[in-house]
């Protein structure tokens, strides 16, 4: 399966250290490459400080992408799983503001209503469905990076990076919220219908008595309307913040940086890449959490009850959940592929080969 992906990683321009073009002034206002978008070149190293470590696999390898799938499983499953009292008073909130009028108002009518267990409401679909949109969300966008990228050839795939980061986790995030959907719908049911059910095992058979399998994929189309933006905000975020951190931030190169040192890099970035994440999600975010909870609603009609204002209510308490998920999330990652001596490509730098078409080598 997984053969001609490791053929075209070969080639792929993530095997070795890229820098930003325009932005560093490199290139004139007439410096674009002309002609035709170049074919693919011969394979590149990576920089000498990488060729160094021993890895445990080639970057693209099948071995490659299960142990990224994997360390995704681990990234999301757990993260989601650690904050689902916080997930659950900020659903309440969006399903009925009323009641539940802010972060700590609903944290204490939640505790005043169903005690301090009942703060763990929905944890059993929150860790199988996240751990599933975790195997699909990072072990899918290492292969449409892969893919995407030995499409466009090395010197387009540098000059327009980010629209490739976007594309790669976009399409990724469309498996991802297919295998999301059952468990976020049985979920969303747990903590935002008190009597309805206490357990998975309870709510999952009453779900496909009541509505058949309508039950758990009527929100995919409002979870690809949350989810994808999301992950496009939070992959393309993150590979260019990580980019700004090590030109302008940190005070050495990232070949001279210990993996400590490197993976706080990483839970910046990700930070940071969470706070946005949180902002361009939260609407759609909001219309899921109600639509899952009422029978018969449509998305659109959802939206039009909201309103803009209600849309938004939550967003605050989404922000620090998003916010520390995400920066843990990427850790996490990060660190697996420490562990199992992945290969972990620095950011991009400009290839040669444009280099020499800008003049900038002799």
């Not at 696999?57 to 490659?64: A, I, K, T």
């Not at 005043?112 to 703060?119: H, Q, S, T």
Request: aromatic fraction near 12%; hydrophobic fraction near 40%.
């Amino acid at each position: 399966m997984f053969s001609s992906v490791a053929h075209l990683a070969r080639a792929n321009p993530f095997n070795a250290p890229h820098l930003q073009l325009v932005h560093d002034g490199l290139a004139g206002p007439s410096s674009s490459p002309a002609g035709p978008p170049s074919a693919p070149r011969r394979p590149r190293r990576l920089a000498a400080a990488a060729v160094e470590e021993q890895y445990s696999c080639d970057y693209g390898s099948g071995r490659f992408f299960i142990l990224c799938g994997l360390g995704g499983i681990i990234s999301c499953g757990t993260t989601h799983t650690a904050v689902v009292p916080l997930d659950l008073v900020k659903c309440r909130m969006q399903v009925d503001p009323q009641k539940y009028k802010g972060i700590f108002n609903g944290f204490s009518v939640t505790l005043k209503e169903d005690g301090v267990r009942g703060l763990a409401k929905g944890w059993a679909p929150t860790f199988i469905g996240y751990s599933m949109q975790g195997l699909c969300k990072f072990g899918f966008y290492e292969v449409f990076k892969v893919l995407y990228s030995n499409m466009l050839g090395e010197e387009n795939a540098y000059l327009w990076r980010t629209s490739l980061y976007l594309a790669a986790s976009a399409s990724a995030e469309f498996f991802a919220d297919i295998a999301l959907a059952p468990m976020e719908a049985a979920k969303v049911r747990i903590q935002t219908q008190p009597g309805y059910a206490n357990t998975l095992r309870d709510a999952a058979p009453k779900m496909y008595q009541e509505e058949g399998l309508k039950a758990f994929y009527k929100g995919v189309a409002p979870l690809w309307m949350r989810q994808i933006p999301y992950t496009m905000m939070k992959f393309a975020c993150f590979e260019r913040t990580v980019e700004a951190l090590y030109k302008f931030v940190v005070p050495k190169p990232r070949s001279e940086c210990s993996k400590p040192e490197q993976l706080v890099v990483t839970f910046v970035a990700g930070y940071i890449a969470g706070v946005f994440c949180a902002i361009v999600s939260h609407p759609a975010d909001s219309v899921v959490s109600v639509l899952n909870k009422e029978k018969g609603s449509s998305a659109s009609q959802v939206l039009q009850r909201l309103g803009f204002r209600g849309v938004w209510k939550g967003l605050f308490a989404r922000i620090i959940m998003i916010g520390t998920l995400t920066a843990l999330q990427w850790f996490i990652y990060d660190s697996v592929k420490v562990y199992f001596r992945l290969p972990r490509p620095p950011p991009p730098e400009m290839p040669e080969s444009l280099k020499k078409k800008l003049g900038l080598t002799q």
